[in-house]
């Protein structure tokens, strides 16, 4: 089970983009799609049915999410997330670092 989910702010920590941060944007098993990291060139074809044009296009590409880690604002560093039950018996994730609750997009 990821600790990673979608609209979280993380770090990458391995490969070309290391030290970037954005938002995860999707993830998918084991990979995440950040925002603005990873962009790879695609040659589209042209497609009249959905009204896209063809061409070259620059986007995101999921990379693994072993290479990044959750950017705790408070410390301005990368850290990492654990689970936590609370009085009320909800299952909330917290910073390992600090302690303190992940804010959830």
């Known amino acids: 089970m990821a600790k990673l989910r979608k609209g979280d702010t993380v770090v ?3 490969g070309k983009d290391k030290g970037k941060q954005g938002t995860i944007l999707a993830v998918k098993a084991d990979r995440v799609k950040v925002e ?3 962009i790879v060139t695609k040659h ?3 497609n009249q049915m959905l009204g896209k ?3 070259i296009v620059k986007q995101e590409a999921f990379l693994h999410i072993s ?3 959750i950017f705790n604002a408070k410390t301005q560093k990368a850290d990492r997330v654990a689970y936590q039950v ?3 018996g909800v299952k ?3 910073y390992r ?3 303190e609750v992940v804010a959830t997009a």
Do not use: F, H, L, M
């Open 97 to 99: 670092s600090t302690g």
């Open 36 to 38: 603005g990291v990873n």
């Open 12 to 14: 990458v920590i391995a």
């Open 67 to 69: 290479n990044v880690a």
């Open 92 to 94: 909330q994730r917290i």
């Open 53 to 55: 044009e063809g061409g």
């Open 86 to 88: 609370n009085a009320e």
């Open 44 to 46: 589209q074809k042209p």
